[in-house]
């Protein structure tokens, strides 16, 4: 099994900065990708960012110029960077992960609890 912890998210007013941390533990599994997704009130959960195992990423054009997604020192970490935030980037914050468990032929999804990013105007 795989676990992701969510650390970061908070209060913060236009135009700062926050930045997310995840972690996933447990064993027998490599990743393909980690990366975040959001959700606001109201609206349907939307990618933000992803990190491939090859460190490529990918952000989408509404954050791109302001988050950064990287991989941390240790093993299977990840940041999201997030600067020059805006009201609309509130949302609840969720880390995943999509790993090929050992012995297993195809990737499997994990989900974190998430955490709560607030920009107040």
């Known amino acids: 099994q795989v676990q992701l912890v969510e650390s970061g998210g908070g209060l913060v007013q236009a135009g700062g900065s926050l930045r997310l941390s995840c972690a996933a533990s447990?064993?027998?599994?490599?990743?393909?990708?980690m990366g975040w997704f959001r959700q606001a009130p109201g609206k349907q959960r939307e990618l933000v960012a992803s990190?491939?195992?090859?460190?490529?990423?990918h952000l989408v054009p509404s954050v791109q110029g302001r988050f950064t997604i990287s991989r941390g020192s240790a093993k299977n970490t990840v940041y999201l960077q997030m600067n020059s935030l805006k009201p609309e980037d509130t949302a609840v914050y969720y880390c995943y992960t999509d790993v090929m468990l050992s012995g297993g032929s195809y990737y499997t999804d994990y989900w974190g609890p998430g955490t709560q990013v607030t920009v107040s105007s």
């Open positions: 990190i491939f195992a090859d460190n490529a990423t």
């Open positions: 447990g064993s027998g599994f490599s990743v393909k990708a």
